[in-house]
């Protein structure tokens, strides 16, 4: 059978545009034994992408020219030459960017009886939802009743922080790009207060808001944002490095904060992670996630792009802040 898939036909420089993105006709091929066909149901765009679209030596290797991207997807499977998998499985997988593939299945994941839309497994209860998960619980060793500042607060990572922070019965605090976002953090996710950091001095905001300092900042973000929070942070403080969201379309390496020593006499914890140094927490992480949404505790929030032909879009918006929550692409 055919199908459409999104290949990057150059590298963006800056920005990403759409012209760096172009849909061309696959071949999906009737699978082999030990394979699997799948549908495509879903695929993520995430912020990572970006990294990979330029050439260099990263944790992830870069994308090549021409080829079909990859990336987080869900789909069921069509035809079946493994055993293991029948048709109609939900699986997950890291053949994103296309409508449909057959492949081994090596790296991909049956769902299992699924608690929520299939939607749901590359977003709040996927990899952004783990990666909120082991960054403030693990790497942030967030404890019951601080205070928690989180960047990129109405994304897919940040809105998944935030209620997991009130779960904790901390107060939390959020950032976002506009008045729209900050109004859902506070009046539908519960944050205790959020801000649009195009609206004043990041700093000014966080003193008016944490007067007595912040416990944990878990920054999306990096830049002005990591920067204003070191002023803020409490003695003995955690920032877990999630990502750096403000340098990716950076054309120059951009200078550092200049106030890093603030950690020393704080005695601060800056820790990078990647969300798979925690694989080892994938069941614990979907037992508490799908219990938390099934109860109504946390709430999803997906900003949904119809189709493969707007899968460049939604990675754009990433960029542009289009989305709220999570960015899917049905296909
Ligand atoms: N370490 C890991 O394993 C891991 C895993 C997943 C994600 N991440 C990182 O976590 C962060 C959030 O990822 P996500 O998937 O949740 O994406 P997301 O927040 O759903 O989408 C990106 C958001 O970032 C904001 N943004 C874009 N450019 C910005 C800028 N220059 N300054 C401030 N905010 C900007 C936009 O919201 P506004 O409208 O608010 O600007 C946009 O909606 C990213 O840095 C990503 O790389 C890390």
Request: hydrophobic residues 40%; negative net charge.
């Amino acid at each position: 059978m055919q199908a459409k898939a999104v290949t990057l036909c150059q590298r963006p420089v800056g920005m990403p545009k759409k012209e760096d993105f172009e849909v061309i006709d696959i071949d999906v091929p009737a699978p082999a034994d030990g394979e699997i066909q799948i549908q495509n149901v879903c695929m993520s765009v995430d912020p990572y992408m970006r990294g990979r679209m330029i050439e260099r030596k990263s944790y992830v290797p870069p994308f090549q020219i021409g080829e079909v991207l990859t990336g987080g997807a869900i789909g069921k499977v069509t035809k079946s030459g493994h055993p293991d998998y029948k048709e109609g499985d939900y699986v997950s997988h890291s053949w994103g960017w296309r409508e449909a593939v057959t492949t081994s299945v090596e790296g991909v994941q049956r769902l299992g009886e699924i608690v929520a839309p299939p939607s749901a497994y590359i977003g709040t209860i996927g990899m952004p939802g783990m990666t909120a998960y082991v960054g403030l619980l693990e790497v942030g060793a967030l404890q019951d009743g601080e205070t928690v500042f989180v960047s990129g607060a109405a994304g897919a990572v940040g809105t998944i922080v935030g209620q997991i922070a009130k779960l904790k019965g901390c107060r939390v605090i959020g950032s976002a790009g506009s008045a729209e976002k900050v109004a859902l953090l506070q009046d539908e996710l519960g944050f205790d207060h959020a801000f649009n950091y195009n609206d004043g001095h990041i700093l000014n905001h966080l003193r008016e808001a944490a007067p007595d300092g912040l416990d944990v900042y878990f920054d999306n973000v990096g830049a002005e944002h990591l920067q204003a929070a070191l002023m803020c942070m409490r003695p003995f403080g955690r920032i877990p490095l999630c990502g750096a969201i403000a340098t990716y379309n950076d054309t120059e390496p951009r200078p550092g904060p200049n106030n890093l020593s603030m950690a020393i006499g704080l005695g601060l914890t800056l820790r990078g992670f990647i969300v798979t140094h925690f694989n080892h927490l994938a069941d614990q992480f979907r037992n508490d996630m799908e219990g938390w949404v099934t109860s109504g505790q946390i709430t999803s929030k997906e900003t949904v792009f119809e189709g493969i032909d707007q899968a460049a879009d939604a990675f754009i918006g990433l960029f542009t802040g289009a989305n709220v929550g999570k960015a899917i692409v049905n296909l």
